[in-house]
C-alpha cells in the first residue's frame, strides 16, 4: 500500500506517491498536481504489483547488449557447441549491429517489424551492410533466428520485471520458410555403387555405415573399437565428434542419450577388417594423420573425396546427413516401424520421427489396407458382406 504526501514547490503544491516495489526497494514519483491524479497512480502502482505486471521505469534503462551478455553466456551452457554456434554468429552479425546501444524500454513493436522488413530486404545495419548500403536479402531463417535472439534476450527483461512486455513478440511480418526440398532416399544399389566409387577401404565402410545405421557423421567417427560389437551387430552411440569453427567437440550425441544401433551381418566382415589389430580405445574411422576424420567439403564446386565419389557414381549432390535419411527409407521399407527407426536414429520422440519421415510411410498405409483386406477375405471365406 503506497502513500501520497503534499510538498511545496516552486510552482506551488504538488504531491508525490511512495511505495515499496517487489524488491523491497523504496520507491516514489513525484510531481502530482493534485490528490486524485497521485491517488489514481498509486492504484495502477498497487493493480500492477498484484497481476505481477509491475517493472520499474528505471530498469528499462539497460541496453540489449547489457543483458545479452549474461544471455549468451547460459545458452552457451545450456546448449552444445554445434547448437550454440550459429547463435552467437547471428548475434554478432545481425542483432548486435542493430539493437546492442538501444535501451531496452526504447524498443517498440513497429521498429521490430521494421528491421524485420530490412532483414528480408538486405537493407538492415549488420557487420557487413552499413546505413544506406544495400546488402543480400537474407532468408526466412537467418530472419526468424535473429528475431529469436532479440525475443529471448527481451523474454528475461521481461521476467526480471524490467519490461511489462517483449515487444518483439507477436511481429505480424514474420517471413514464412519455403517448402521443404523432396528428400533424395538412395537405393541398395546406389549406395554401394557410392561406397565403390570411395578411394579407399575405411572411407568406403564408412559410408556403408552412415547408409545402413542412421548414425550422425559426428558419431561415426567418434566410434571406437569397444563401442563394435560383431556378435550382436551392434554399435553403441555414446558419443560425437563435432566440428565447429574448425574444431572438434567431443561430447556426448545430440539427444544427449546413450543408444545401441544395430547394423546388418554384411558389414560386420567390414568393420571387423578395420579394427584387426587397433586397441579397445583406438578410433574405428581415424583421419590419416590420427585423430578425428574431418567432414568433407560438400559445397558445390568444390574439391572433396566425397564429391569426387559422388560424380563417379554417377549421383546427384548430396551431404552426410542425406544418408540418414537413405537409412531411414533403407530400413522401412525392410519392415522397420516408427517405434525402432526411432531408437535407431535417435530421435527424442516416436512423433518426431513421423514428422520427419511421413512420406516414407504412406505407401504403408495402403499396404495396410491391402494387407487387412485379405484378412477379412480369409477368414470370412472370401465372401463380401450383404444384408
Not at 503534499?6 to 524488491?23: C, L, T
Not at 559410408?207 to 557423421?217: K, S
Amino acid at each position: 500500500m503506497g502513500s501520497i504526501d503534499a510538498y511545496e514547490s516552486a510552482k506551488g503544491r504538488r504531491y508525490r506517491v511512495r511505495w515499496r516495489d517487489p524488491e523491497h526497494q523504496q520507491r516514489e514519483k513525484r510531481g502530482f498536481r493534485t490528490k486524485r491524479e497521485a491517488e489514481l497512480y498509486n492504484a495502477t502502482v498497487e493493480v500492477a504489483m498484484m497481476k505481477g505486471t509491475y517493472f520499474e521505469a528505471s530498469q528499462s534503462r539497460i541496453t540489449v547488449g547489457e543483458l545479452a551478455e549474461e544471455w549468451l553466456a547460459n545458452k552457451e551452457q545450456a546448449l552444445k557447441p554445434s547448437s550454440f554456434s550459429p547463435i552467437r554468429i547471428a548475434w554478432r552479425v545481425y542483432v548486435e549491429p542493430r539493437w546492442a546501444a538501444t535501451p531496452i524500454g526504447a524498443i517498440r513493436p513497429s521498429a521490430v517489424e521494421k528491421w524485420i522488413r530490412e532483414l528480408s530486404q538486405g537493407k538492415a545495419v549488420t557487420v557487413r551492410v552499413r546505413v544506406g548500403n544495400g546488402g543480400k536479402p537474407r532468408s526466412a531463417g537467418v530472419v526468424l533466428r535473429a528475431v529469436g535472439i532479440l525475443a529471448g534476450i527481451l523474454d528475461v527483461a521481461v521476467r526480471d520485471g524490467r519490461i511489462a512486455a517483449n515487444p518483439a513478440r507477436g511481429a505480424s511480418n514474420l517471413p514464412r520458410k519455403g517448402t521443404k526440398k523432396r528428400r533424395r532416399y538412395l537405393t541398395n544399389e546406389e549406395v554401394f555403387r557410392f561406397a565403390r566409387a570411395v578411394p579407399d577401404d575405411k572411407r568406403s565402410v564408412l559410408v556403408l555405415t552412415l547408409a545402413y545405421t542412421g548414425i550422425r557423421w559426428g558419431e561415426a567417427v567418434a566410434l571406437t573399437v569397444n563401442d563394435i560389437d560383431l556378435d550382436r551387430c551392434r554399435l553403441a552411440i555414446h558419443q560425437t565428434a563435432t566440428e565447429v569453427d574448425g574444431l572438434i567437440h567431443v561430447g556426448p550425441p545430440k539427444s544427449w542419450e546413450a543408444r545401441s544401433v544395430p547394423f546388418p551381418s554384411f558389414l560386420a566382415p567390414r568393420l571387423e577388417a578395420l579394427i584387426d589389430g587397433k586397441k579397445g580405445g583406438d578410433l574405428v574411422f581415424p583421419a590419416r594423420a590420427g585423430g578425428y576424420l574431418a567432414r568433407p567439403d560438400t559445397a558445390w564446386n568444390r574439391q572433396s573425396w566425397w564429391l569426387s565419389a559422388l560424380r563417379d557414381a554417377g549421383l546427384e549432390h548430396m551431404t552426410p546427413h542425406d544418408l540418414k535419411h537413405s537409412a531411414a527409407s533403407l530400413a522401412v521399407s525392410a519392415g522397420a516401424n516408427v517405434k525402432a527407426l526411432q531408437r535407431m536414429l535417435g530421435h527424442k520422440s516416436a512423433a518426431m520421427t513421423l514428422d520427419t519421415y511421413a512420406d516414407l510411410f504412406e505407401d504403408d498405409l495402403g499396404s495396410v489396407a491391402d494387407r487387412l483386406n485379405e484378412r477379412v477375405l480369409s477368414e470370412s471365406g472370401g465372401t463380401s458382406w450383404s444384408n
